[in-house]
């Protein structure tokens, strides 16, 4: 593995919180397509100017698109988009907490995915450090709202939970596709087939989009154009984050990256306590040390 792969992890988990929190505030502006969209929309530019400088910098020219890294980057465009769906519908069944829980389930799935089907093979201590920081996010999103273990049990049969549950799958296999995406580049180096597998990626998610709404919800298309200034600043977290995701996948093990990727859950509750003075609770703690204990088995059984 390129020893890369730790700092893009890490960074990708940054920008994606934040990220997220703008997102947050521009939903007052946008529905929840729109917010959604300014993702790939306003990403793209940045994502384009990345792969652009890093090629210009290495001296490297395009790489050609056979037909295997096309059908690769389509599927994890698909399924990324398909995840967003199936946590939106999530959130439609009055599931927020519980779908958004369980899609981060999704560096489980990706592990037993790459280990059936790619043979990848982790230490012992990787894979409990993985199941340790799913379980720090299942008690960060559900212990603090008085849900016991028998409730989450019985919570797997609930229509939020099952799109959670789907979300975290089209997220693991977009991962996966992802990494094999940028595998199938020659005549460039690491970072730079991750970039150049961004562009292409963001391209069809932006196309597939637009068109969408262009069809069914041209007041949302409207609306993106004319918060351009907001649309913008996600737009550029997004594709810092997406590029670090990148490179963390084409460079380690998809499961690795994720649990690596979830200290995203520190930094929002870093900004939510230290920023907007919110009260520590147990639950916190607890679910903080499992995730922060679970990266650490993790990098202790790769290192």
Not at 23 to 50: D, H, I, N
Not at 184 to 197: H, N, P, Q, R
Request: some cysteine; aromatic content about 10%.
């Amino acid at each position: 593995m390129n020893p890369i792969w730790l700092p893009a992890s890490l960074f990708g988990g940054l920008f994606q919180a934040w990220r997220t929190a703008l997102q947050q505030r521009l939903r007052a502006e946008l529905s929840v397509s729109g917010a959604g969209l300014v993702r790939y929309l306003y990403g793209l530019p940045f994502a384009f100017m990345f792969a652009a400088i890093w090629l210009t910098m290495r001296g490297d020219a395009v790489p050609a698109f056979g037909t295997a890294f096309a059908g690769f980057a389509i599927a994890g465009a698909i399924t990324q988009m398909a995840g967003t769906i199936l946590l939106i519908m999530a959130f439609g069944h009055r599931g927020f907490v519980v779908g958004t829980a369980f899609s981060k389930t999704e560096a489980v799935q990706a592990a037993l995915v790459t280990a059936l089907f790619l043979g990848e093979r982790l230490p012992l201590l990787a894979w409990i450090g993985i199941v340790a920081g799913v379980a720090g996010v299942l008690v960060l999103a559900l212990a603090g709202r008085g849900v016991s273990g028998r409730e989450i049990w019985r919570a797997l049969g609930q229509p939020a939970a099952l799109c959670g549950l789907g979300a975290g799958s089209m997220f693991a296999l977009a991962a996966i596709a992802v990494k094999l995406a940028t595998a199938e580049l020659d005549g460039v180096d690491l970072i730079g087939s991750a970039l150049v597998t961004l562009v292409v990626v963001m391209a069809i998610q932006t196309g597939l989009h637009i068109l969408w709404a262009a069809l069914r919800d041209r007041d949302t298309l409207r609306a993106v154009f004319r918060t351009w200034r907001n649309s913008s600043q996600v737009g550029l977290l997004s594709a810092l984050g997406s590029a670090c995701w990148y490179i963390g996948f084409a460079a380690a093990p998809a499961a690795l990256v994720r649990i690596v990727g979830q200290v995203e859950v520190v930094f929002t509750l870093g900004f939510a306590h230290f920023y907007l003075r919110e009260p520590v609770r147990w639950h916190e703690i607890a679910g903080l040390l499992l995730v922060v204990g679970g990266v650490v088995m993790a990098l202790i059984a790769t290192f």
